[in-house]
């Protein structure tokens, strides 16, 4: 599969889809990630780990926490080098005061946002992709 780098069909066939689940963040010391946790999201920064593991399993672990999130992926096969794309799906989100961490990967975007908004910013996306088609 080619992936795509018009911004005008990335929008339009950008299909979001909301993944089941709570999502938070959690920051570690050391840079293996504990036994029974199972990250969708992993970073090194300088001040440790971060991962983006289900809520539950955060808790099983006892790891800190201060966001939930809920994980929308846009199933468009996007390329690492468009352009656009995290610009104008965080605008569309601003607009509807929504917050939005972003990840790429290879092939998909992930958003994650307000999990008590989700269904908002899925919604806001989905009239974003009609608006483009």
Known sequence: MTPERDLTRLLATMRPELNPGRYVFATIDGAVVPPGL???VTVTESEGLTLVVRQEEADAASLPYDYV??????????ALDAV????AVS??????????NV???????HLFVD???AGEAL?????LAERSA
Not at 84 to 87: D, H, I, N, V
Not at 91 to 100: F, K, N, Y
Not at 123 to 127: E, G, I, K, Y
């Open 38 to 40: 199972h990250p969708v």
């Open 69 to 78: 999130a809920g994980w929308i992926t846009l199933r468009v096969h996007s």
């Open 84 to 87: 656009g794309l995290t610009a």
């Open 91 to 100: 605008r569309e989100l601003a607009e509807a005061g929504l917050s939005c």
């Open 103 to 109: 990840v790429a990967g290879f092939h998909h975007d």
């Open 115 to 117: 999990h008590a908004r």
């Open 123 to 127: 919604t806001a996306l989905r009239h």
